[in-house]
Structure formats: structure tokens, C-alpha cells
T-cell receptor
Framework: DQQVKQNSPSLSVQEGRISILNCDYT??????FLWYKKYPAEGPTFLIS?????DKNEDGRFTVFLNKSAKHLSLHIVPSQPGDSAVYFC????????????FGEGTQLTVNP | NAGVTQTPKFRILKIGQSMTLQCTQD?????MYWYRQDPGMGLKLIYY???????DKGEVPNGYNVSRSTTEDFPLRLELAAPSQTSVYFC?????????????FGPGTRLTVL
């Protein structure tokens, strides 16, 4: 039972354009969502998060949008840079589970110069 | 601050062998986690710990054991290695204490069981 799904295994965009990565979840108890970025041969690093009481959170070039009714979140990167090329994981948590995270499968983003 | 460190970086085991994957964090975090990542898949939680002396199973605990005798260390033990345990293993830590805290990950251990 995959509670967090990233349906696009890969995404390719041109430098300077917008990258939009999508994530869907099924567990209505999830109330905190995070995006992690992973380069090859490294561990994931935290990128941005959003609480379920918000519908948008912005940090520089990165914005996460949450649509609770659709159980959908997205990560927007504007403008995209070649250094953004990495695997992006969506993760979700519910308050009763403490800091336990459930991860999606990941999306490989490639930003072409 | 070294953050979360893991050893070894790579290891090849034969079926039935055992080994311990080491994980240490220097951030005084209460919560620690072990994940595995198979190709094309997300991270699956194996075991986690909310503090020294306390451990609990995650999604995929079979074939593994853990202990947490200190705040800093959280070793993962494979007793009888099987090909299905070929994976990349990540250790992570977070401040925990009931709130939402980002998890900090180590660089991973790539394990192959032949």
C-alpha cells in the first residue's frame, strides 16, 4: 500500500524554466509534508516543508503547494538551474507517529543548460 | 559538526554472512532511523529509535536488528544476509521530541549480497 506516490519517475526541463514536481498521498492523517533532494552517492538533504494548515510555503526559488482536498502537493522550482538536477523525494508525516516519514518513489529532475 | 556518519561506504557479503552497519550522529538528536532504498523505489523505514534504550520496528524490519545504547550510535545488524537485502542503507537523525523536525541523513552504505 503506497501511501505517498510520485507518478513521474523523471522530468526534463530547460535551464531558466519552471520545474514542477508532483506528489499524491492517500492517508488523510498526514499533516506535515517535506521535500528532499538527493544527489548520486549522497544521502537525501532537506529542501522545504509545509504544514497542513497552510496551502503554500516559499523559500527562494522553491515553493511547495498543498491541496488537501485533492491530497496532492507539488514543488515548483523557478528558475531551474543545472545544479538542481537530482532525485526529489516527497515525504509525509502524521503527528501521532512523531517524526516518522513515509517517502514517495522519487522523481529524477534533469535541468538542461 | 560531522552530522551523520556511516561506515562502511560499500560492502559485499556472501549469503548467510552477518555484518553491522555503523551510524553515529554528533547533533545530540534523540531520534534516529534506518532506511533502505532499492532501485527506483523510495526509502523504506527499517527501524527507528526515539532515544537511548528505545527501539521500534518500521515498515520492513525482517532480517535486521538494532540497538541504541547511546544517544550518538545506532548500529544496524544483519544476521543472515540474503540477496533480498542488497540495497543502499541510509541512517538519519532528527531532534524529535514530539514536534516536526527535519531528518538529517548520512551518505549511505551500499550493500551487495551474493
Amino acid at each position: 500500500d503506497q501511501q505517498v506516490k510520485q507518478n513521474s519517475p523523471s522530468l526534463s526541463v530547460q535551464e531558466g524554466r519552471i520545474s514542477i514536481l508532483n506528489c499524491d498521498y492517500t492517508n488523510s492523517m498526514f499533516d506535515y509534508f517535506l521535500w528532499y533532494k538527493k544527489y548520486p552517492a549522497e544521502g537525501p538533504t532537506f529542501l522545504i516543508s509545509i504544514s497542513s494548515i497552510k496551502d503554500k510555503n516559499e523559500d527562494g526559488r522553491f515553493t511547495v503547494f498543498l491541496n488537501k482536498s485533492a491530497k496532492h502537493l507539488s514543488l515548483h522550482i523557478v528558475p531551474s538551474q543545472p545544479g538542481d538536477s537530482a532525485v526529489y523525494f516527497c515525504a509525509a508525516s502524521e503527528r501521532t507517529s512523531g517524526s516518522r516519514l513515509t517517502f514517495g518513489e522519487g522523481t529524477q529532475l534533469t535541468v538542461n543548460p | 559538526n560531522a552530522g551523520v556518519t556511516q561506515t562502511p561506504k560499500f560492502r559485499i557479503l556472501k549469503i548467510g554472512q552477518s555484518m553491522t552497519l555503523q551510524c553515529t550522529q554528533d547533533m545530540n538528536h534523540n531520534y534516529m532511523y534506518w532506511y533502505r532504498q532499492d532501485p527506483g523505489m523510495g526509502l523504506k523505514l527499517i527501524y527507528y529509535s526515539v532515544g537511548a534504550g528505545i527501539t521500534d520496528k518500521g515498515e520492513v524490519p525482517n532480517g535486521y536488528n538494532v540497538s541504541r545504547s547511546t544517544t550518538e550510535d545506532f548500529p544496524l545488524r544483519l544476521e543472515l544476509a540474503a540477496p533480498s537485502q542488497t540495497s543502499v542503507y541510509f541512517c538519519a537523525s532528527s531532534g524529535g521530541s514530539g514536534g516536526y523536525n527535519e531528518q538529517f541523513f548520512g551518505p549511505g552504505t551500499r550493500l551487495t549480497v551474493l
